[in-house]
């Protein structure tokens, strides 16, 4: 993220509360995606959030949105499953490194 926005802390805080609040709003709608059976919103949900994880440095994110975007396109439920238990575990060790990290910036996290 830095070779986007430099060193500036202050706006590197403010992407990455950004960050926070889309991460939330788009596993909701992973989540509903998911459980509805709408694989073409679970696929276009799974790419934006795919897309944002990795240009804050949440790589695993990324990856795992790109695997649910993947099962997505089969619409194969069965395929989709795993991958959404796989979030529902990833999704509080991010938080927490997001929280961590807007402390040592200095950034109050706003709660959603």
């Known amino acids: 993220m830095r ?6 802390e202050g706006m590197i805080g403010e992407l990455l509360a950004d960050y926070r609040a ?8 992973l989540r509903e995606s998911s459980d509805a059976g709408h694989f073409t919103e679970l ?9 944002s994880s990795r240009s804050v440095g949440a ?7 790109a695997e649910i975007e993947n099962a ?3 619409a194969y439920r069965e395929a989709v499953v795993p991958l959404m238990g796989a979030l529902g575990s990833t999704l ?15 950034t109050k996290e706003i709660d959603t």
């Open 3 to 8: 070779e986007i926005v430099g060193s500036d």
């Open 22 to 29: 889309s991460l939330l709003e788009t596993c909701d709608v």
């Open 43 to 51: 696929e276009s949900a799974a790419h934006r959030l795919k897309s």
């Open 59 to 65: 790589l695993t994110m990324g990856d795992l949105c």
């Open 72 to 74: 997505a396109k089969t």
């Open 92 to 106: 509080p060790i991010l938080l927490d490194a997001i929280r961590s990290t807007l402390e040592q910036l200095g």
